[in-house]
């Protein structure tokens, strides 16, 4: 499918658009903003973006009041179309977040509930008991995403809830002409749900991507035939910082080897997973590395490895926020986007890796590796690239057998030799282009 090829880049666009926190109903055309940035995204290398919630909702976006309409905040149903096609006449596909384990206190379902009580139509929409009373003296209890009452869980055991749900999907796909779906807390989801949702997309438009955000644990139980295409590999995140904070590179290629390794038990090798070194919940990778000096390595690893890179607003120009500052710091709006030597440097890796079929899809074997350096192969039938890092402050001289006496080196443009050894700088990374 396509998204195997892609990179993408992900917007929070109430944050990007500088957006007010609370819902005041006051109608503002912000999302066209993202036109003005699409030449940036295509110089980027992205082919693919990825926004955060869009939908009408009561502050964060993530508490729906109605999935029908694009939050006031940002404009109309008819400005996101048009940010829609022109973000496809530039060649990048759009894929929206589906929040549907919860929705928010202003969900038109909820508010009638809250209006009505057990008159309510809608009361079975959600987990309801008229015995209890709410933190907000609701008159009910109702059950709240892990115990987030300003996220109120939907039934999607009730099959309204689901036909009302997959109708806004439908008109998602008919009017906007989304490319896919990035489910919120798919580890939430009934896995029954989520296999008619890859059903029913299935019956409208080819190749729609369903990308379910996952944590930790077994991915196997929500990626697969008729369910999830991908998922976020979350597992590897913190692997990917930390080994360079710790100088220990031992700690990803372990994690790389146990999930996409040549091992019969290696689960992932055939996954596709969305693999990334920042996002809107986290600290941002140029706060959290020690070293800035291993900012394009960090991005070396997480554009070569298997699966395909996503790419937070800002962060590609080195753009610095910690969790700690709260969701405000994280989502910052910026006026303009800005270009430096990281955000050169990541657009050669982004046409570098959906120009190779190694990395798209190749195997993953690690070839040398010391707590400071790593040199892994990603090979196909008709390709095989080796990736090599050196996070050390010393060059470095790895002798291995490469298979062959020379190499395309794709990040430089030169030619490597493996006569004598092959030299590393100190804070570099290259990728060899082996000889058939």
Known sequence: MWYEESVFYQIYPLGFCGAPFENDGKEESRILKVIDWIPHISKLGANAIYFSPVFESDTHGYNTRDYGLIDKRLGTNEDFKEVVEKLHEAGIKVVLDGVFNHVGRGFWAFEDVREKKWDSP?????????????????????????????????????????????DKVKYWID??????LRLDVAY??????????????????????????????????????????SCTNYACYKGLFSSFNSMNMFEIIHSLMQQFGPEQWCRYKDMHLMSFVDNHDVTRVASILNNKKHLPLIYTLAFTMPGFPCLYYGSEWGAEARKEEGDPALRVCFDQPQWNELTDFI?????????????NYGSFRSVVLTNNQCIFERKTDDERIMVAINASDQPYTAHFDAGCGQADE?????LHDFGGGSTLEPYSAEIWKMER
């Open 122 to 166: 809608y009361k079975d929409w959600f987990h309801i008991s008229f015995d209890g009373n709410s933190n907000y003296n609701d008159g009910f209890w109702y059950e709240g995403w892990e115990g987030n009452y300003d996220l109120v869980k939907l039934n999607l055991f009730n099959p309204a809830v689901v036909d009302h749900i997959f």
């Open 175 to 180: 009017y906007f002409d989304i490319d896919g």
């Open 188 to 229: 939430c989801l009934d896995k029954g749900f989520i296999h008619n949702l890859r059903e029913f997309t299935n019956g409208l438009k080819p190749e729609f991507l369903l990308l379910g955000e996952l944590l930790h644990g077994d991915y196997c139980q929500f990626v697969g035939p008729g369910m999830l295409d």
């Open 347 to 359: 657009s050669k890796l982004a046409e570098i890796k959906k120009n190779s079929r190694a990395l």
């Open 410 to 414: 794709l990040i430089s443009g030169g």
